[in-house]
């Protein structure tokens, strides 16, 4: 497990270290990405409406089984948000990046039914391979509010959310 670890960072970080080109950032280029993180696997397309500033809508799935003690539960979470970030040219091969996103999520297991709606803010960072691809890890905060029913219940809530994800993006490049 080691060795496949060492092996993907060299993979991804020798890239990285041989080419820091910012042409991806410029108006009209398209970024197709995927990422992973606490939100499950989430793809996502952005747009550069301007140099630097970058409008992202991306989507999210989690279907989950698990059994205990005989008792099996199956839920299924489907998101929707959009995003805007504004990338930081450093002149380097690391290009910070931050913005605002609001998402859309729907949850539901065993008769239980939840809606949520987040605004975080994203904080990032892209480190960047090749002159088309990007490695990112991005945190984000914000606030949920929920809306759940089903099961004889039904709640409102609002709580304080937080999370993280490493993305890999591809740019294509506009006119």
């Not at 890239?15 to 820091?20: C, L, N, Q, T």
């Not at 989950?64 to 995003?83: E, I, L, P, Y």
């Not at 088309?132 to 089903?150: C, R």
């Amino acid at each position: 497990m080691r060795n496949m670890m060492v092996s993907f960072l060299l993979v991804i970080l020798l890239p990285v270290m041989a080419w820091a080109d910012d042409d991806r950032f410029k108006q009209g280029t398209w970024e197709l990405a995927i990422g992973l993180g606490s939100a499950g696997v989430s793809p996502f397309v952005g747009y550069f409406l301007a140099d630097n500033v970058e409008g992202i809508l991306h989507f999210n799935y989690i279907h989950n089984d698990s059994s205990s003690g005989g008792f099996t539960q199956k839920s299924d979470s489907v998101g929707v948000g959009g995003a805007a970030h504004y990338n930081l040219q450093t002149g380097t091969m690391a290009v910070p990046f931050f913005g605002p996103d609001v998402s859309y999520r729907y949850f539901t297991t065993s008769g239980f039914r939840s809606d949520s709606i987040s605004v975080t803010g994203d904080l990032g960072v892209r480190l960047l391979v090749g002159k088309q691809a990007s490695v990112d890890l991005t945190g984000s905060g914000g606030y949920e509010w929920f809306s759940s029913s089903g099961s004889g219940l039904g709640s409102h809530a609002t709580e304080w959310t937080a999370g993280v994800m490493l993305a890999y993006s591809i740019f294509f490049f506009g006119p």
